[in-house]
């Protein structure tokens, strides 16, 4: 199940067997000069099935939007065996239901995704990206907004890290993008990706943005490091692709995706770090780091707690609260990564009852019997 099926170079629309790996439909993409709506540090390995099964996220949401935009159509096979045959090619199709919805994110608990039918952008002509340090978190709300002002359609990634997390990536070898001189006074870091179609108007608007940014009289970065190649380019990104393996070789890390309203970013993660000391739990043979780290473009913060060693003591201090902290923001307990096993428990922190009750008659509705995915998503 690894075949692409189809591809119309005119419309982008793509349609491949659901075990087709994502880096793999990239480089089939890539002599059509398109690209994949979808970009994740997986991509060698995750296929497009349990992507649209769990409805990922990825580095440049931002510009390209959630696969429940992007895939047109689905092929599923249901619990009793009959395959649902809704692998549409149309970008418009107004005829009732829209059934291709239910299964994406439902992480294989209503049937099996078998293809995927999915519109594919056009492969941007010239690619940017900087490194901004920032002297403190507040700055980072008004420099997304005015990043999105001043480069509107070519803006593909915001990402932003603290400055805890970024000292590990350094520590630990995922590179090396700013001088020791220019993270002096820096509290937290942004990185901006731009892509478009020609060079010369993608530069001018990104040059321009950082002489706004240098000149203003309350300047809301310290400095910044501009890619001045593809290789550049590429050790930029490996820093932020590479927090999550730096915050492993650290230690053992409690991870919380979630999504919580952008202004509150730090908060969480100083709020969490707060309460763990208040237990006592803020030492070097407990809890060594507590860091944020995420998309700004779409308001998912990936909160990492870094240990010397899992114990129940840091379980229980973490849990439920950072599910209670996300629920009194009116947040979401799982952004990107979907409930699975682990967050069934947790589902009623970002959903109602009523919501909970209608999801478990959908589920019933179609898998009656309870074979598919059992003891994922709903409790």
């Known amino acids: 199940m690894n075949k692409v099926r189809s591809f119309d170079p005119v419309s982008g629309i793509l349609v491949a067997d659901a075990g087709c790996v994502l880096e793999s439909l990239s480089e089939y993409l890539a002599p059509h000069n398109h690209i994949m709506p979808l970009d994740l540090g997986a991509k060698g390995s995750c296929q497009i099935g349990g992507n649209v099964s769990t409805n ?5 949401l931002l510009r390209y939007g959630s696969l429940h935009g992007s895939v047109l159509g689905l092929e599923v096979v249901l619990p009793d065996g009959t395959i649902l045959d809704q692998l549409s090619t149309l970008r418009k199709d107004n005829t009732g239901y829209d059934l291709k919805q239910l299964f994406i994110g439902a992480e294989g608990t209503l049937g099996i995704v078998t293809g995927v039918s999915i519109l594919t952008a056009p492969a941007p002509q010239s690619a940017s990206n900087v490194i901004l340090a920032l002297p403190k978190f507040e700055n980072v709300l008004p420099l997304f907004v005015q990043a999105k002002r001043q480069l509107s359609e070519i803006l593909s990634a915001f990402e932003f890290f603290d400055r805890e997390v970024y000292d590990l990536a350094i520590k630990h070898g995922q590179g090396r993008a700013l001088s020791e001189e220019d993270v002096e006074g820096a509290e937290c870091f942004v990185l901006m990706e731009t892509s478009g179609g020609k060079r010369e108007h993608d530069e001018e608007k990104l040059n321009q943005l950082l002489e706004t940014l240098f000149e203003s009289d309350k300047p809301l970065i310290n400095t910044g490091v501009l890619s001045q190649s593809p290789a550049q380019f590429a050790s930029m990104w490996a820093i932020r692709e590479g927090l999550t393996e730096a915050v492993s070789k650290e230690g053992k890390a409690y991870k919380y995706d979630i999504s919580v309203p952008l202004a509150k970013f730090k908060e969480v993660v100083d709020t969490t770090r707060e309460h763990l000391g208040s ?40 849990e439920p609260f950072v599910y209670e902290l996300v629920a009194s923001y009116k947040g979401s307990v799982s952004a990107e990564h979907g409930i699975g096993v682990m967050k069934t428990h947790a589902l009623h922190y970002s959903k109602s009852n009523v919501s909970i009750e209608w999801m478990k008659r959908i589920k019933q509705l179609f898998d009656p019997k309870g074979i598919m995915n059992p003891g994922k998503v709903l409790p």
Do not use: F, S, W
């Not at 990922?56 to 440049?60: D, K, P």
């Not at 998309?295 to 240990?307: E, K, M, P, Q």
């Open 56 to 60: 990922a996220g990825g580095l440049r």
């Open 279 to 318: 237990k006592g739990l803020l030492r070097d043979d407990a809890v060594k780091h507590v860091v944020g780290y995420g998309h700004v473009g779409d308001g998912n913060l990936h909160l990492n707690v870094v240990a010397a060693a899992y114990t129940p003591e840091i379980e229980a201090a973490l």
